[in-house]
């Protein structure tokens, strides 16, 4: 099922298929816009991809944001600057955080398995052995 498109997609910006050379300008983000796409994202998983929107936060200033707790299972994330983030307990199951900065981020308990992390910058950051760590590189 194609996915639809939101004021949120970003797959213009920055998509999957980019080239990788590409220097972008990190996009602001306001908390209501944010939570807008967490809340869509949590429709489109609980439909299974019949409604709701699929998260694209691909080149967004995530900086200290709190993701605590958040499902963002299969969301995308390349290139997502997330430093001093709270992603504790959050699930990241199959997110694509390809070339994501998550220097300092708080990891504790966060579900990462199949996490694409290639070339993501996450030294150094909180984790504790509850993290899932069964990554795609």
């Known amino acids: 099922m194609a996915e639809t498109r939101n004021n949120h997609d970003t797959r213009d910006f920055l998509s999957p298929e980019s080239n990788e050379k590409e220097q972008l300008e990190l996009r602001e983000i306001s908390e209501d816009e944010l939570e807008q796409i967490l809340h869509d994202h949590k429709k489109w998983l609980l439909s299974k991809s019949n409604s709701g929107n699929k998260a694209n936060l691909c080149g967004f ?9 958040a499902n963002l299972q299969g969301a995308y994330l390349r290139r997502a600057h997330l430093p001093a983030a709270d992603l504790a307990e959050a699930n990241l199951q199959e997110v ?16 990462l398995w199949q996490a694409n992390l290639q ?19």
Not at 61 to 69: G, V
Not at 96 to 111: H, I, M, P, V
């Open 61 to 69: 200033n995530l900086y200290r944001k709190n993701l605590n707790r």
């Open 96 to 111: 694509d955080l390809q070339r994501s900065n998550l220097e300092s981020a708080n990891l504790r308990k966060a579900n």
């Open 119 to 137: 070339k993501a910058k996450l030294h150094p950051c909180q984790r504790q052995p509850e993290t899932v760590l069964n990554l795609a590189v």
